[in-house]
Structures are given as C-alpha cells and as structure tokens.
Antibody, heavy 120, light 112 residues
Framework: EVQLVESGGGLVQPGRSLRLSCAAS????????MHWVRQAPGKGLEWVSG????????GYADSVKGRFTISRDNAKNSLYLQMNSLRAEDTALYYC?????????????WGQGTMVTVSS | NFMLTQPHSVSESPGKTVTISCTGS????????VQWYQQRPGSAPTTVIY?????PSGVPDRFSGSIDSSSNSASLTISGLKTEDEADYYC???????????FGGGTKLTVL
C-alpha cells in the first residue's frame, strides 16, 4: 500500500523547536520530490517547503525561510522538517506530500498530517 | 511573488455544471502546469487534475481542466454535479523565479 505517515507534531511553546518526520512506504521514495504543506485551522493549503529527489533543489515559503530546514534520507525512505523559532502562526496541520522528480511536479501522494500547535 | 486567486465559494444544483477559476497574478499561467486538488472535510487533499487537463486514474471524466492564456487563468469544470462533489478545491502551480510551489486560496463548492 502506498503510504506517507507523518509524526512529531504536538504542543510547543513559542520560540522552541520541533522536528517532523514522514515515513514513506509502498513506492520508490527516491523517484519523488517531497514537500511539506500546512493547513491552519479553517484555512487553505500553504506550501511550506520542498526537496527534489536527490536533494539538489530545495525551496521554502517566505514565511518559514531561515527558520525551517527540510531534509530527506533516501536510504530510510524518510522526509524531515526541522522547525526552529516557532511562532503562533505556525500552528497548523502539516502534510507530507510526494510529487514527481522535480519541485514543479504535481503532488501524487499525501499523508494524513500531523498537528503542530504553538502556544504558551 | 506569483499568486493564484480563486473565488471563495461557488454553488450549483445537482446535475448542473460548475466552473471554478484560478487566475495568475503575473507572468503567464501557461509557463508551468496547473493542478487541481479536492479536499473533503477532515480528509487530506487528492488530485483531480494534473498538468492542466490530465485526470488521474479513478477520477471521473465529469472533471476537466483548461488553461486560458488570454485571461491568464486556469479553470476546473465539473459536469453532472453530484452531492459527493461538495468539497474545497485548490489550484496549484509553480513559480520558476524562485523554487516556490503556489496554491490558490481554495474554493468551497456547495452542491444543493
């Protein structure tokens, strides 16, 4: 079964850090660019970051640039998002998604998301 | 920065046809492919159209996508509306000027 399973979400205080993980199974992970997409409660989808299949191309939304770092480990079929200096506006459901080889390709596979709540 | 603008909501009756627009803020929307995602309440998004007008397997041919370069917009058309089509729909494309994926704000489709 093709699957993406996110983990690592939770309640965190403003200014602290959190690391999200996404475990892939059922498909050839290193054939896909990977992304993090978030959705604040009651709001729309917001792209957070993406990484190409070989980590050669990486992009970040302006809202997280300099605070978040995306990475992947193809040997472990895993994607990560290191989130530092968290703010209340980072509160959202964070989805992991897989596209084609490059960042511009459509998202074919989505996880169910992990919730991040930033609050004191 | 490149942005995509969608109507906040649309509504139509079962059996009818509805079109949801997605307008690019600058440049040419035809420069990069446009995708459309459906999101039902409490669920992750799923792709209904990719590469402007391609349907993934399992998506009924009632769903179609198009590009209009003259208005710098993309459209998702759903014909023969069913109550199960009621959902949020998001267009998505890519900003080549800096590696950014862009989503439209989403359109809530009500079928009543």
């Amino acid at each position: 079964e093709v699957q993406l399973v996110e983990s690592g979400g939770g309640l965190v205080q403003p200014g602290r850090s959190l690391r999200l993980s996404c475990a892939a199974s059922g498909f050839t992970f290193d054939d896909y660019a990977m992304h993090w997409v978030r959705q604040a409660p009651g709001k729309g989808l917001e792209w957070v970051s993406g990484i190409s299949w070989n980590s050669g191309s990486i992009g970040y939304a302006d809202s997280v640039k300099g605070r978040f770092t995306i990475s992947r480990d193809n040997a472990k079929n895993s994607l990560y998002l290191q989130m530092n200096s968290l703010r209340a506006e980072d509160t959202a459901l964070y989805y992991c998604a897989a596209g084609g080889y490059s960042l511009s390709d459509a998202f074919d596979i989505w996880g169910q998301g992990t919730m991040v709540t930033v609050s004191s | 920065n490149f942005m995509l603008t969608q109507p906040h909501s649309v509504s139509e009756s079962p059996g009818k046809t509805v079109t949801i627009s997605c307008t690019g803020s600058s440049g040419s929307i035809a420069s990069n492919y446009v995708q459309w995602y459906q999101q039902r309440p409490g669920s992750a998004p799923t792709t209904v159209i990719y590469e402007d007008n391609q349907r993934p397997s399992g998506v009924p041919d009632r769903f179609s996508g198009s590009i209009d370069s003259s208005s710098n917009s993309a459209s998702l058309t759903i014909s023969g509306l069913k109550t199960e089509d009621e959902a949020d729909y998001y267009c998505q494309s890519y900003d080549s000027s800096n590696p950014h994926v862009v989503f439209g704000g989403g359109t809530k489709l009500t079928v009543l």
